[in-house]
């Protein structure tokens, strides 16, 4: 088996996968959203002292597990630096300590394999990783290579939903909340402009767009707010559609995924759909429970990588907080 460890951000969690199966035996989350809440994002120091209660108490149900242990898999790459160090420390002292190899793991690489949570690979792939931190399409060609078509120039579109919800005073995280308040709203009494509508550019953008909400809050009362947070919404997913058609007509995907912690939206998710059945691209989703940071999809790009033996020693784990695939 292989205990996971996964401290990039705000999400404490640790799960135990087997080897062979690729079944999940182990898995537990404690999340710091209520901590972080009133500050309306998170603050990497608390995140950092939240994870040091948090992680140890999570690996104390693991111990029954240890004598069954191949290898120790944590996030190392990238996220908060103050954050990974909490992961990278413990999953050191358990390398020593049980006297087994580490898999390091890219964050980003672990929103891929949390399609493939108990279950076998499909590759080629194309994906669109959307969360707090990225937006980003890749094109997943093996484990090995993965190729980033585009990215955001700007803001992410989970941040501009947590940014909204702060302008909103709604509270943190955002994502879940401009969703919700949104299902009331009309999108057709605010009118925003889809970033980037006339450039050529296969890139995102919601730097401007996060403004025009701004405007809009500061113009209009909370009543307004639905309707605000449904136009913006629309708008925000509109932009994705827009240069996904355009890399389509580039490059058309043999099956195509959305990943990351904004990929649990709704929304996102019906008008992906739609988008897809033109093309007619199947469309891989992880489990909603798996969207978000956590350890489980760890484990699995770990089962990966101790299939092709990419062990190191406990002193070659670096943390890298501003890597990408």
Not at 98 to 117: D, E, M, Q, R, W
Not at 149 to 171: I, R
Not at 288 to 313: H, K, P, Q, T, W
């Amino acid at each position: 088996m292989i205990l996971s460890i996964e401290s990039s951000c705000d999400d404490s969690s640790i799960a135990i996968t087997e080897i062979k199966t690729k079944k999940l035996i182990y898995h537990k989350k404690i999340s710091q959203e209520l901590e972080h809440s009133k500050y309306g994002g998170v603050v990497p120091e608390l995140a950092s002292r939240l994870h040091a209660i948090a992680l140890p108490a999570i690996l104390e149900e693991c111990t029954p597990w240890f004598s069954q242990l191949k290898a120790i898999a944590v996030t190392n790459e990238p996220g908060l630096s103050v954050t990974l160090i909490e992961g990278v420390v413990m999953a050191k002292a358990l390398s020593i300590t049980l006297n087994i190899p580490i898999l390091p793991i890219n964050h980003l690489k672990g929103h891929i394999y949390s399609l493939f949570i108990e279950k076998e690979v499909q590759l080629p792939l194309t994906v669109l990783l959307v969360s707090g931190g990225h937006t980003q399409v890749i094109e997943v060609k093996s484990h090995e290579v993965m190729e980033t078509v585009a990215t955001t120039m700007d803001d992410s579109y989970g941040e501009s939903f947590d940014k909204v919800a702060k302008m909103m005073d709604l509270g943190y995280p955002g994502g879940p909340l401009i969703e919700k308040i949104a299902l009331d709203g009309d999108s057709s009494r605010f009118v925003f402009t889809v970033p980037l509508w006339q450039s050529p550019l296969i890139a995102f953008s919601y730097s401007g767009l996060k403004n025009q909400v701004r405007l809009a809050v500061e113009a209009n009362t909370s009543e307004d707010y639905p309707d605000i947070a449904c136009a913006f919404q629309k708008t925000a997913t509109d932009h994705l559609l827009q240069k996904l058609k355009k890399y389509f007509k580039l490059q058309k995907p043999q099956r195509f995924a959305i990943v990351g912690g904004a990929s649990a939206n709704l929304y996102l998710r019906r008008e992906i759909e739609i988008l897809l059945a033109i093309y007619k691209v199947p469309l891989l989703l992880a489990a909603l429970e798996f969207c978000s940071d956590n350890a489980a999809m760890i484990g699995r790009a770990a089962v990966e990588e101790y299939a092709r033996d990419n062990f190191v020693n406990y002193t070659d784990v670096m943390v890298n907080a501003r890597c990408k695939l």
